[in-house]
């Protein structure tokens, strides 16, 4: 087994983390949580999601979070895109890469994109042709990769079948997301590899909820297969409104803490990624998800 020796994070704390929050949380704060992400060394952030303020009303001041962002060269500055209506909002605010979000699973593309799968796939190409053009890399989520609050398990080959969608549209890169956090290691390495038929290893990354407590394993799993980017949010920020119950992703410092223990490198401040996930939960006026970071947190009171 060869593990990779380094792996890339993408932070989706401002953006999966905090679309699900009740309460406004103040755009400022929502900076000031990507200025301490990029401090802390991430080079790539999930910053915010140009959909409809209707649907995700916590998401409704896009333009001015990436307008009040201090940007570093050597960041990508990525946003969420349903639909042209919202990549003209993503250009504007000059983002580095765009995001479309598809799904495995028919009944949660209804719910959460209001379109079936064949329909967002349809939407998604010009956004994809108009983000290609303007020189933007395009991700594409498969959400539900696993299971599905409406339709239950997931086939691997309905993951084959939107990845090669995707692959077929123009989209870069695909992430394969455990929406509502059932998966398994065996089933999450299933998924991956039903990705990895239509996308070479460096094009695939996993986005693990962690609502069954399995996203560590199954960071791992996929690590095994090679895979070595991972979407996560720091202090286990997140949720999808659309996906009742399910809890935030992956803690960015429970896999920082596990993959540096492994000798992987990930080129991130421990240390300031813990500091810029109390300055988030100080803020939500709740604890950290994070293990480590509480027990680091901890062992910094003791010492
Ligand atoms: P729709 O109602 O079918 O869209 O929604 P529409 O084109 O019929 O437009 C209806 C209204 O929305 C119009 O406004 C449009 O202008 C407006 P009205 O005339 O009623 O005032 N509208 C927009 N406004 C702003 N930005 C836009 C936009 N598009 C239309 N881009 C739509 C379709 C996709 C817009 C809607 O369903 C939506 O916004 N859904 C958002 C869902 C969402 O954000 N979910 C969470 C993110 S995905 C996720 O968390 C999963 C992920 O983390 C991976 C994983 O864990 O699985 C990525
Ligand atoms: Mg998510």
Redesign the pocket.
Same mark, same amino acid.
């Given at each position: 087994m060869s593990l990779p020796s380094k792996v890339m994070l993408v932070d989706?704390g401002p953006?999966?983390g905090l679309?699900?929050e009740k309460q406004p949380v103040p755009a400022d704060v929502k900076i000031e949580l990507v200025h301490r992400l990029q401090s802390a060394g991430l080079k790539r952030i999930e910053v915010t999601?140009?959909?409809?303020?209707?649907?995700?009303p916590q998401?409704a001041d896009?333009a001015q979070v990436m307008a009040g962002i201090e940007r570093r060269d050597d960041v990508t500055y990525s946003v969420?895109?349903?639909?042209?209506?919202?990549?003209? !909002?993503a250009l504007a605010s000059k983002a580095d890469e765009v995001?479309v979000?598809g799904?495995a699973s028919e009944a949660?593309s209804q719910r959460?994109?209001?379109?079936s799968i064949a329909e967002s796939i349809e939407?998604f190409a010009p956004v994809v042709e108009q983000a290609r053009a303007a020189g933007m890399t395009v991700r594409g989520?498969?959400?539900?990769?696993v299971g599905c609050p409406y339709e239950g398990d997931i086939a691997p080959e309905r993951v084959a079948l939107v990845a090669r969608l995707m692959k077929q549209i123009g989209v870069h890169h695909v992430?394969v997301?455990?929406?509502?956090g059932v998966g398994t290691p065996a089933k999450v390495q299933r998924a991956m590899a039903a990705a990895l038929e239509h996308y070479d290893l460096a094009d695939v990354s996993g986005?693990f909820?962690d609502t069954y407590g399995q996203a560590l394993a199954n960071t791992l799993a996929s690590l095994e297969l090679g895979v070595w980017q991972y979407?996560t949010s720091v202090a286990g920020l !997140?949720?999808?409104?659309?996906?009742k119950g399910?809890t935030g992703?992956v803690a960015s410092e429970d896999v920082v803490y596990m993959l540096h223990g492994m000798g992987i490198d990930t080129g991130i401040d421990l240390d300031a990624l813990i500091d810029a996930g109390a300055y988030i939960s100080q803020h939500l006026g709740r604890p950290t998800q994070s293990r480590a970071a509480k027990a680091l947190l901890n062992k910094r009171v003791v010492a």
């Open positions: 989706v953006r999966d679309q699900n999601s140009y959909v409809s303020p209707k649907w995700v998401m896009n969420l895109t349903p639909n042209l209506k919202g990549f003209e !909002g995001v979000f799904a949660f959460n994109i209001n379109c939407r989520a498969i959400s539900c990769a992430g997301a455990d929406t509502i986005h909820h979407d !997140g949720g999808c409104p659309y996906a399910a992703n």
